[in-house]
């Protein structure tokens, strides 16, 4: 009977290894940006697409790349590109000879990880950080305030 | 065993190098570049042209053979980048094939004008994200 659950067990995983690329079945097809701004509430764009206020996350397909835009009034735009890069899994097919692999991984878009760029370097001053935590990209921004705006006063939090 | 090597390192090589669309470019008439601000109009087939327009060229998007990133909203992101870099304000889709047995990808036929009226008043395809 055991015998029987582990027959059932490999035609079960064999044809799924087979048919799936390395990268495919690690990262997926999609990764999640997450975008996060100082301070928050400055709205995101992708491709020119509004996806909403910062804090905000998006599970992009990672066969593409995108524009990001960060945008608040009274603070300088913030712009980076989140371009697809090498996704060292895709080796694996190699690794165990899965020519099918080769194949698929590049059709899902799983031989890449999106990774951001930062486009405007003298806003990196501002704070700019991102991590890729494990699959993810997290996009912190600090906003930079616009010189072109005049302060003219201060809200005071009450006792 | 060597032979089985090469073949893999090959299909590796393809598959890391043709992945995008193969766009050809007729530009007859080229415009001052527009900047990101610039709204470019999108119009589908089936979209309606406005009167007094320049024409700036036409744009081809055909499947390269190993093409992965061609997706309808994917191949109108990289039109409207074009069209900016031609000063072009509208876009309009011509011809669509859509995937089929055949390829997987759209594959397009663009036209590329320049508007001087407000671009945002036409009706035109919104992109959206995949």
Same mark, same amino acid.
């Given at each position: 009977m055991k015998q029987m659950k582990n027959i059932f067990k490999v035609l079960i995983t064999f044809p799924m290894l087979l048919f799936m690329g390395c990268a495919t079945i690690i990262s997926g097809s999609r990764q999640t940006i997450k975008v996060a701004s100082i301070p928050s509430s400055a709205t995101v764009y992708i491709n020119e697409v509004e996806v909403g206020k910062t804090p905000v996350e998006r599970s992009l397909k990672r066969n593409q790349e995108y524009q990001v835009l960060i945008k608040l009034d009274g603070y300088q735009p913030y712009e980076t590109l989140i371009s697809k890069e090498f996704n060292a899994w895709y080796l694996g097919n190699i690794l165990i000879g899965g020519i099918i692999g080769l194949i698929i991984d590049p059709i899902t878009g799983a031989m890449y990880k999106l990774t951001p760029e930062e486009? =405007?370097?003298?806003? =990196?001053? $501002? $704070?700019t950080a991102f991590r890729t935590e494990k699959k993810d990209v997290y996009l912190m921004v600090n906003m930079d305030i616009d010189p072109g705006w005049e302060k003219v006063g201060q809200l005071i939090k009450m006792k | 065993m060597k032979q089985m090597t090469q073949i893999l390192f090959v299909i590796m090589a393809v598959g890391l190098t043709n992945c995008g669309p193969k766009i050809s470019s007729n530009l007859i008439n080229p415009q001052l570049k527009l900047s990101v601000e610039e709204k470019v109009a999108l119009l589908d087939v089936h979209h309606e042209l406005p009167n007094n327009i320049i024409k700036v060229g036409d744009l081809r998007f055909q499947d390269s053979?190993?093409?992965?990133?061609?997706?309808f909203n994917s191949l109108m992101t990289r039109v409207r980048n074009e069209a900016r870099k031609n000063g072009a304000n509208i876009a309009k889709v011509i011809d669509k094939k859509t995937p089929d047995l055949w390829s997987s990808c759209y594959r397009l036929k663009i036209e590329l004008y320049k508007y001087?009226?407000?671009?945002?008043?036409l009706s035109q395809y919104k992109l959206t994200l995949d």
């Amino acid at each position: 009977m055991k015998q029987m659950k582990n027959i059932f067990k490999v035609l079960i995983t064999f044809p799924m290894l087979l048919f799936m690329g390395c990268a495919t079945i690690i990262s997926g097809s999609r990764q999640t940006i997450k975008v996060a701004s100082i301070p928050s509430s400055a709205t995101v764009y992708i491709n020119e697409v509004e996806v909403g206020k910062t804090p905000v996350e998006r599970s992009l397909k990672r066969n593409q790349e995108y524009q990001v835009l960060i945008k608040l009034d009274g603070y300088q735009p913030y712009e980076t590109l989140i371009s697809k890069e090498f996704n060292a899994w895709y080796l694996g097919n190699i690794l165990i000879g899965g020519i099918i692999g080769l194949i698929i991984d590049p059709i899902t878009g799983a031989m890449y990880k999106l990774t951001p760029e930062e486009l =405007t370097a003298n806003l =990196t001053h $501002g $704070g700019t950080a991102f991590r890729t935590e494990k699959k993810d990209v997290y996009l912190m921004v600090n906003m930079d305030i616009d010189p072109g705006w005049e302060k003219v006063g201060q809200l005071i939090k009450m006792k | 065993m060597k032979q089985m090597t090469q073949i893999l390192f090959v299909i590796m090589a393809v598959g890391l190098t043709n992945c995008g669309p193969k766009i050809s470019s007729n530009l007859i008439n080229p415009q001052l570049k527009l900047s990101v601000e610039e709204k470019v109009a999108l119009l589908d087939v089936h979209h309606e042209l406005p009167n007094n327009i320049i024409k700036v060229g036409d744009l081809r998007f055909q499947d390269s053979g190993f093409s992965t990133d061609c997706s309808f909203n994917s191949l109108m992101t990289r039109v409207r980048n074009e069209a900016r870099k031609n000063g072009a304000n509208i876009a309009k889709v011509i011809d669509k094939k859509t995937p089929d047995l055949w390829s997987s990808c759209y594959r397009l036929k663009i036209e590329l004008y320049k508007y001087v009226g407000d671009v945002s008043t036409l009706s035109q395809y919104k992109l959206t994200l995949d």
